[in-house]
């Protein structure tokens, strides 16, 4: 068989230039699939780093995108984003119980300052800021407090109805609110939250208390004090009745109603309590009795008897507070247990006044001799019989009427007598002087 012949370098050459080409997209195919996997893994990331959330225009209507959408929610749904012109007639009226309060208008994205009396009409919201209080009345009958960073959006659920007098309804996308119903015969109002809704109802008696609440997780919570609530949530439903909670998850994932927790009993002040403000505002002791479970309290103060506007309003781990900042005025404070994030029945409201005073907290002491003989000296005083009395940093008794003595031992030569009085909010008297004892 004959050779075969030698292969041209010409043939040889294009066949390196083949192999040369199929290498090159060989690698740039590998590298088009390695920067298409680490692309899908970077937005795999970011998915988990940062959830998707609702659109702009979802914000705008008040309406969420993310979760199952239970059956009920489909008519406030589409009542939002319909372009129904519902916004002609005012729906609600908003208060500003404190500053840092905005308004935006229904269908715009700039938020403005909010001032008490404006009018908010279908779509329209309402934001508090971290020392922002507001609320807003849908009529005489139905009243809903907006509390510390909270964003709602205001819904006309009867748009055929009159605008004032008949209940509507409000989305609540974060923070916590308290809703009244004050009136028998009148409409549930509903409440939208991330993963369901609340229809609140009046109890037989025409009062009806809620709370409700948004977390950050788009978890809700819902209490109830007075009256009834139906929770829905995917297509379940439960009625959450007088002194129970429940709480919907981010899944729309619906808790057995369970009791929250009772009231405490207050301890002191007394009821109808008068302190005096002198040179400086009174320190004034709350107390009440613990609570089983409970792992915070809540104690209110405000001059009206619904809360509205508070001057006090703190959450505490002990059964007490001491406070030093209230004016003159009346006022009316009470307590509730908080447990898991729940707050519960408040107690029984009780009254205190803050009342003007001139002068120093009395104390009269009488005057000792110029020179005492012996180391004994005999302390006899008056002061206000509420008050507490030291001698020389010791604690004496004071009688009804205010008197008091007390026996003091001298060094020889000059002592400094020290008297001082204490009275219930804090304030003090002293009175002091030189005494020459000789023995």
Not at 6 to 19: D, F, N, Y
Not at 56 to 84: K, Y
Not at 412 to 429: F, I, K, T
Request: glycine share 10%; net charge neutral.
């Amino acid at each position: 068989m004959a050779p075969h012949p030698a292969a041209r370098p010409g043939e040889v050459t294009g066949r390196s230039r083949l192999s040369g080409i199929g290498k090159l997209l060989l690698e740039v195919l590998v590298a088009i699939v390695m920067t298409l996997a680490c692309f899908s893994g970077f937005l795999a990331f970011l998915s988990v780093a940062f959830p998707p959330g609702d659109d702009l225009r979802t914000l705008m209507a008040g309406v969420r995108l993310t979760g199952q959408r239970d059956a009920s929610n489909l008519g406030l749904g589409a009542g939002l984003l319909d372009p129904i012109e519902s916004a002609s007639s005012s729906v609600a009226k908003l208060t500003v119980r404190r500053r840092d309060v905005k308004r935006r208008l229904a269908g715009q994205i700039a938020w403005s300052p909010a001032a008490s009396g404006l009018e908010l009409h279908d779509r329209d919201a309402v934001q508090t800021g971290p020392a922002g209080r507001a609320s807003i009345d849908f009529g005489r009958a139905v009243g809903v407090q907006l509390e510390e960073n909270a964003l709602v959006v205001v819904s006309g659920l009867h748009l055929g109805s009159d605008p004032i007098e008949s209940p509507r309804g409000l989305v609540l996308l974060q923070g916590n609110l308290l809703a009244q119903i004050r009136g028998s015969g009148e409409e549930p109002i509903s409440v939208e939250i991330p993963a369901g809704r609340a229809l609140l109802k009046s109890a037989p008696g025409g009062k009806a208390d809620f709370r409700i609440g948004v977390r950050s997780d788009r978890s809700a919570s819902v209490a109830v004090l007075d009256g009834s609530l139906e929770l829905a949530a995917n297509g379940r439903r439960v009625l959450v009745g007088p002194s129970q909670f429940s709480r919907v998850d981010p899944g729309g994932e619906l808790l057995e109603p369970r009791p929250i927790p009772r009231a405490p009993a207050v301890e002191e002040p007394a009821d109808e309590t008068s302190v005096p403000y002198l040179d400086l505002p009174p320190r004034v002791t709350f107390r009440w009795t613990p609570i089983e479970g409970a792992d915070r309290y809540r104690i209110r103060a405000a001059k009206d008897p619904a809360f509205r506007e508070p001057v006090l309003d703190e959450i505490v781990t002990t059964p007490s507070l001491t406070w030093g900042r209230l004016a003159v005025g009346s006022y009316h404070w009470n307590v509730a247990a908080i447990q898991d994030e729940i707050e519960g029945v408040p107690s029984a409201t009780r009254r205190l006044a803050v009342t003007r005073e001139e002068g120093l907290l009395p104390l009269q002491v009488e005057a000792p001799p110029a020179q005492i003989d012996g180391s004994r000296y005999v302390v006899h005083g008056h002061a206000d019989p509420r008050a507490r009395v030291y001698v020389m940093a010791q604690r004496v008794e004071v009688n009804r009427e205010g008197s008091f003595e007390a026996e003091i031992h001298l060094k020889a030569g000059a002592n400094v007598l020290l008297v001082e009085a204490v009275d219930p909010a804090g304030h003090s008297s002293y009175w002091s002087q030189v005494l020459l004892a000789k023995f």
